[in-house]
């Protein structure tokens, strides 16, 4: 994630919505669409756009800690210049570690969080080619969050139907 640390904040009424949205596991009043492997496609018109945006999703639960959760997303932009990858933490997490990704057993860094929301903290990357590729290959990812310094907690994210998934996203 060295490489990916810029932030865009193109898109945030999509973004707000989904996030607004992924604490209750749905996407706003959006309608899931289709199913790729771990991953689904939800579609909604976020307020005061003229026109449907779709996001793949997966929500996640720490294993050892049951209460640590994720929502991880991926978009484009409204103008359709960006993808972006949208990860929505739990409050409480440590903000100034950032969010930790690993995949596949190697380390992509760390990204700061952007914005905490009354639901979470969103920490968000523009997706290159190169970690599109990653993951679209990838087995696993695993997303870090930090209670104090020292204490990370590795959240599992399976990237088994990303690549077509991501693939589909309008």
């Given amino acids: 994630m060295k490489r990916i640390v810029k932030h865009c904040l193109a898109g945030m009424g999509l973004a707000l919505a989904v996030v607004a949205a992924t604490a209750g596991i749905s996407f706003g009043q959006g309608v899931v669409r289709a199913q790729y492997g771990d991953w689904q496609m939800s579609c909604d018109t976020p307020p005061g756009a003229s026109f449907e945006q779709c996001a793949i999703i997966q929500n996640v639960m720490a294993e050892d800690q049951p209460n640590v959760g994720l929502s991880v997303i991926v978009l484009r932009t409204a103008d359709r210049e960006a993808r972006l990858l949208r990860v929505l933490a739990p409050l409480g997490v440590l903000l100034p570690n950032g969010l930790g990704l690993n995949v596949d057993g190697k380390d992509m860094g760390r990204v700061a969080f952007v914005r905490c929301l ?24 695993i997303f870090v969050v930090f209670k104090t310094p020292e204490e990370g907690i590795g959240i599992p994210v399976s990237l088994n139907g990303f690549k077509d998934g991501f693939a589909q996203l309008p």
Avoid: K, M, Q
């Avoid at 009354?118 to 679209?136: F, H, K, M, Q, Y």
């Fill in 118 to 141: 009354p639901n979470g903290c969103v920490a968000e990357v523009v997706l290159d080619d190169s970690l599109i590729e990653t993951l679209s290959n990838g087995s696993n990812a």
